[in-house]
């Protein structure tokens, strides 16, 4: 064998070999890794030793002298080529064979594909998707609109088969006249049963795998994700919420079908500006989620509403898209501009939000990109917006802003600024 490989010698004793070969499945007998056993660090005679031993056992094990002379051939000719590669090739076999047999695999083994959505882009086949926003702005029924278009756009022979579970909507006054509205196939949408037979289900329930078994889904439902965490779950809490939304990703992935868990929306604060931020419980539900949709209403009509792509871990973001909802469900209108945050925004004032807490989310709009304010600008949104300007302080107090005064006199400036704004941009950007 070549000094310049490093690969371990498979030099093995006699009396081992012949045990070695005496356990083998009659498929690996006549095996590179055999002929390497034989061959590699053995002098002439023992060489032939080996070989007649493994043409007995291989004969008794049923191979025949054709099949014989074919590994004797085969392998000899690679051997004597180059037997540092030999080795090599027979030892990275071996590995790969045990790899197969633990918790990993090579990425050699991965076959690319590319990201299935069943409604484009929105939901991702065989992932987790979010559809967030606060309570009474249209959640449900954007939720059952999908599953109302999933219902009626497969194949007869590929049912599009919809699970639906919720706690909060009767299925009689709600879900089936909603349904019915939005010209659903009923026969293809499941809904959780109102009885003891469905008590206590949670997001990892083994009865959902049962359904599935005989019912494939192509989208699963979950309004609200509170409902189905199960008692001994905190929402709050990380390490209890991640295991359960790895077994419903692997769901998704098993059945290749598409999840969403409806959430409803904390109140803004400080530190929850963003959208994102506002959705309740872990951080993990966002972070396992493939695809956020945030729904809220246009700025310019309350009466409208809107569902915005606030993240899409695979690939571009769909377009915001407007919709009303009436006696006939739901009617989808133009794509806009429109982000998640603004929308969010929009629902609060329309809802009735305390004035402080509108004033600080007008006042958090009007800081940003810039991290910065005048003071004159400030008191141009209070006219614009209505606001007395004592709400604004307060409400800047509650952001924790920075005040800042640059000049003398008529000279004389006054700046607001977000916490984490270096008072030195502000001189340089200011003047």
Known sequence: MSEQNQTPKPRISLEKFEKWLVLQEPGWLLTPKAYLFCVDGCGPDEVCQRFGMVESISQRAGKTAEEIASWHKTNGGMYESDPALFA????????????????????????????????????????????????????????????????????????????????????????????????????????????????????????????????PPKLVIFDPIQSYLGAGVEMNKANEVRPVLDWLGRFAQRYNCAVVLVSHMAKPSATNADALDRLLGSSDFRNAARSIVIV?????????RVFAHAKNSLGEPGASRRYRVGDSGVQLLDTCDLTANEIIRATARSVGRPTGSRAAEDLLALLHPRGWVTADEVRQMCEEKGYPLRTVRYAAKQLQLKHLQTGNGSARRDWWLLPDTPTEHIIGDGK
């Open 88 to 215: 090599e090739a027979v030892y990275a076999y071996e590995r790969r064979e045990k790899a197969a047999m633990t918790v990993l695999q090579f990425v050699s083994d991965v076959k690319p594909k590319k990201a299935e959505y069943l409604i484009p882009p929105y939901l991702p086949k065989g992932m987790l998707t979010v559809l967030g926003g606060v309570s009474g702005v249209g959640k449900t029924w954007l939720a059952l609109h999908w599953a109302a278009r999933v219902s009626h756009s497969f194949l007869p022979e590929e049912p599009g088969a919809v699970y639906y579970f919720t706690q909060e909507n009767d299925p009689a006054i709600v879900l089936q006249p909603r349904l019915e509205a939005l010209g659903a196939d009923q026969t293809r949408v499941a809904i959780q049963r109102f009885d003891e037979r469905a008590s206590g289900l949670t997001l990892d329930d083994a009865r959902i795998e049962s359904a599935a078994l005989l019912v």
């Open 296 to 304: 809220g209403r246009d700025p310019d009509d309350p009466e409208v």
